[in-house]
């Protein structure tokens, strides 16, 4: 079957750390993946698009990584801050551009 | 306005009902996209419009669920004899153009809907 999978614990690391989120998924061949960001009671937040024939892509404090083989992208925030805590969902095209299918999101809480 | 506007923003109604959720995309965006998302779940595509028509609605999960984009820029997704399993936020997104643009999404803030 296809599945999207994120870590569906939260994640709690300390303000200037590097958070990692992980993104694996099975069963599709996606042309590209995208990363957003969702506040409680809000909608997501496009942050970063990377497509399967690039490795990373960065964004000020935001690396994304892709990997078609093992099936994974990977979200890095450095010099994470209070302010990055929310809910990180990644997104495969899974529709020939015409659909994005999300995975159930994983959730960072920056601590002072 | 410059964003995805979603109204109501919060819709109480009973099981059975019928109810109405509007979505007015920015301005100039051709594509226009329907998700439902539960509480701890990912978004989960309903539908999505390239201009007037649906180009893709295997999203919706019966025949109560409808949605339409007349003159392709505001869209009504139509939910008839709800239940309570319906209750979710319902969310919008257009973009400036859909298939193999390979673009991001704006979201609006959604219609949170609940079914008593």
């Known amino acids: 079957s296809q599945k999207i999978e994120q870590n569906s614990e939260a994640l709690n690391i300390q303000e200037g750390k590097t958070a990692t989120l992980t993104c694996n998924y099975t069963?599709?061949?996606?042309?590209?993946l995208q990363w957003y960001r969702q506040d409680p009671g809000r909608g997501p937040v496009f942050l970063l698009l990377?497509?399967?024939?690039?490795k990373e892509k960065r964004k000020e404090r935001l690396k994304v990584t892709f990997d078609t083989t093992l099936k994974q992208s990977l979200f890095h925030i450095t010099a994470s801050q209070p302010a990055d805590s929310a809910t990180y969902l990644c997104?495969?095209?899974?529709?020939?551009?015409?659909?994005?299918?999300f995975g159930t999101g994983t959730q960072l809480k920056v601590e002072l | 306005g410059a964003g995805v506007s979603q109204t109501p923003s919060n819709k109480v109604t009973e099981k059975g009902k019928y109810v109405e959720l509007r979505c007015d995309p920015i301005?100039?965006?051709?594509?226009l996209y329907w998700y439902r998302q539960s509480l701890g779940q990912g978004p989960e595509f309903l539908i999505y419009f390239q201009g007037t028509g649906a180009a893709d609605d295997s999203g919706l999960p019966n025949d109560r669920f409808f949605a339409v984009r007349p003159e392709g820029s505001v869209s009504t997704l139509k939910i008839q004899r709800t239940e309570r399993g319906d209750s979710a936020m319902y969310l919008c997104?257009?973009?400036?153009?859909?298939?193999?643009?390979?673009?991001?999404?704006?979201f609006g803030e959604g219609s949170r809907l609940t079914v008593l």
């Open positions: 997104a495969l095209d899974t529709g020939g551009g015409n659909k994005l299918t």
């Open positions: 069963n599709y061949s996606p042309a590209y």
């Open positions: 301005s100039g965006h051709t594509a």
């Open positions: 990377i497509r399967e024939n690039e």
């Open positions: 997104a257009s973009s400036p153009t859909g298939g193999r643009a390979r673009r991001e999404l704006f």
